[in-house]
């Protein structure tokens, strides 16, 4: 037994000795390019890019709606995201239901007072980062109801709107648009600059 | 087909103290005093031949001089209809007598009048705002209502 530990100790020994020479040998090459060593496997799956570009790039490509509609606007919004328009193309077709998985909240439709906490208290249960596409003419500042004792003028009076879409309602191509801004909006961000 | 009761009919069958309740009779309604509208409207309710067992709507309106409240009603029973009419005419302090003692329907057709035009229904079991929030400032269907906001 004595023996045979001896003898594996050696082993390790002579394992220890050829790594290092090899090392030694190799020290005095140049090394070569990184794409000469990488096995074709890796290679295929490597892209190199920046943190903000990357980042932006999954945020902006899986916007997820709150399903948080008020009124008529709303009907656009499903017509966008059935086959015809296709809100899939951009990733956001999953409409969330639980805001704590929602990114985005399109205000369609006119809020009411009495609505208002309710949205409010969605709004802030989302997990940031969020964003807010004011819908419609009631979304923006009331529409038509913007006198009215009950109704909000505006969803900027109680959440930070990011982009504005006009109209009464807006066609699903406007807010096709729309949502096109906001994800130049997401791409302008950077993580490793201050603003 | 559902028909409607003239005023005219209707008035010939009330009889003594009802029938000096009526202040007007029109061409389809009746205009009742707000102290006697509950008896008017049992009446109308409960005898052989109108026998209105439905409250179909009750709706308000504020006018320069008074405020009137509109019941309309309807005979599942007789498939014909008829209305009442009453007016308070005071505008400050407007009170109606309250009908869910006959149709519990009314209740939340005069909490809406209540909420929107601020006339109190005397009897009602739980007379409180329906639209409006709790602390809203007055009642916004009045020709005289401000928006604050
Ligand atoms: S903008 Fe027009 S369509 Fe949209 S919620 Fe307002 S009234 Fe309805």
New binding site residues.
Partial sequence: MEIKSQQSSMNIDLHEGRLIEELKRSSCEMMPEPSEWLDEEIKRNIIVSTVDKLLNWGRKTSLWTETAFT???TFEFISLSSPRFDIARFGMEVLRSSPRHADLIIT???LTWKMAPQIKRIYDQMAEPKWVIA?????ISG??FADSYSVVPGYNRILPVDVYIP???PRPEALMAGIERLRKKIEKKSFTKVD | MTTTMKGKQVFDMLKGELASAIVEVQDECLVVKPAKLTEVAGFIKHTQGLEFDYLSSATGIDYPDYFEVVYLFYSLEKNHRFTLRIRCADKADPVAPSLTCLWMGADLQEREIYDLLGIKFSGHPLLKRIFMWEGFEGHPLRKDFKNGF
């Fill in positions: 009124a008529c606007c369609a439709g006119t819908m419609g003419s009631c979304g529409g038509i109209g009464c309602p």
